[in-house]
T-cell receptor, first 109, second 114 residues
Framework: GQNIDQPTEMTATEGAIVQINCTYQTSGFNGLFWYQQHAGEAPTFLSYNVLDGLEEKGRFSSFLSRSKGYSYLLLKELQMKDSASYLCAVIDSNYQLIWGAGTKLIIKP | NAGVTQTPKFRILKIGQSMTLQCTQDMNHNYMYWYRQDPGMGLKLIYYSVGAGITDKGEVLNGYNVSRSTTEDFPLRLELAAPSQTSVYFC?????????????FGPGTRLTVL
């Protein structure tokens, strides 16, 4: 079966750095997305990785290792508004998006 | 551009009732999707469409139906609602459905079946 694993919840301090991990086992791989979802709202796009390595976009970076079936989202200089759920999603061989359950990130002052 | 809009935002149904969840996008996207999201779970694909007149099922198999008569609209029909269909429903669209194509989501419809 297809599986995406993320930690259920993480807590971090305002101004700090946090890394949210995602491991996947899917039938094929055509890319990996990270989305942000604030409580009660729709998911919004953060990043896309298809090749190994780090993609940096402002305070957010996303890393991919296809051989390890592993990705992480790195958030720097955390702000209170970063409190949200972070969803990892993998595109399988049928070009379907397989979604993880999401990691709820709690930021404390 | 309004992006992806959904109506209603909230709805309570009785068991056995039917309803249609509306979804409209104004980005001229070919691909549209319906997902449900249960608490603590990932998004589950119900149906998707690659263009007007073409629809296909996702991983959620029963209890739903869709139509796609225009590029803009992709309504989801629930027949004979059951408590198991209590969830948040998201509609999304993307330009081409390609691997790198971002999906844009509507604000969601929160449905409770009692």
């Amino acid at each position: 079966g297809q599986n995406i694993d993320q930690p259920t919840e993480m807590t971090a301090t305002e101004g700090a750095i946090v890394q949210i991990n995602c491991t996947y086992q899917t039938s094929g791989f055509n890319g990996l997305f990270w989305y942000q979802q604030h409580a009660g709202e729709a998911p919004t796009f953060l990043s896309y990785n298809v090749l190994d390595g780090l993609e940096e976009k402002g305070r957010f970076s996303s890393f991919l290792s296809r051989s390890k079936g592993y990705s992480y989202l790195l958030l720097k200089e955390l702000q209170m508004k970063d409190s949200a759920s972070y969803l990892c999603a993998v595109i399988d061989s049928n070009y379907q998006l397989i979604w993880g359950a999401g990691t709820k990130l709690i930021i404390k002052p | 551009n309004a992006g992806v809009t959904q109506t209603p935002k909230f709805r309570i149904l009785k068991i056995g009732q039917s309803m249609t969840l509306q979804c409209t996008q104004d980005m001229n996207h070919n691909y549209m999707y319906w997902y449900r999201q249960d608490p603590g779970m990932g998004l589950k694909l119900i149906y998707y469409s690659v263009g007007a007149g073409i629809t296909d099922k996702g991983e959620v198999l029963n209890g739903y139906n869709v139509s796609r008569s225009t590029t803009e609209d992709f309504p989801l029909r629930l027949e004979l609602a059951a408590p198991s269909q209590t969830s948040v429903y998201f509609c999304a669209s993307s330009s081409s459905g390609g691997a790198a194509d971002t999906q844009y989501f509507g604000p969601g419809t929160r449905l409770t079946v009692l």
